[in-house]
């Protein structure tokens, strides 16, 4: 079981920018593919950036070239850095953990909002 925990959520003005955190614990980090989602109100969730165990990156098309997702495997933490931030980026962020084949975790979600 890895536990996840979220942070650097807050208000921001459109244009700005925010870094969120997820630390993660109890399994091998490394062997860890990282993901951030989101959930905007009345919405479903949807993925945002994955990252891979060799550090290979993905995005959705909303937030390419706005968002960067970068891991640490020392501290065994994901981050995701959101520039140019819009008001449709508001929503409450989720980190997520897969170890293939073995187990999905997610945190408790940090809530971003974008003001205009």
């Known amino acids: 079981q890895v536990q996840l925990v979220e942070s650097g959520g807050g208000l921001v003005q459109a244009g700005g920018s925010l870094r969120l955190s997820c630390a993660a614990s109890?399994?091998?980090?490394?062997?860890?593919?990282m993901s951030w989602y989101r959930q905007a109100p009345g919405k479903q969730r949807e993925l945002v950036a994955s990252?891979?165990?060799?550090?290979?990156?993905s995005y959705s098309d909303s937030v390419k070239g706005r968002f960067t997702i970068f891991r640490d495997n020392v501290k065994g933490a994901v981050y995701l850095q959101m520039n140019s931030l819009k008001p449709e980026d508001t929503a409450v962020y989720y980190c997520n953990a897969k170890l293939v084949l073995v187990s999905e975790n997610w945190g408790q979600g940090t809530l971003v909002t974008v003001s205009s």
């Open positions: 990252i891979t165990t060799g550090g290979s990156r």
């Open positions: 109890g399994s091998v980090f490394s062997a860890l593919i």
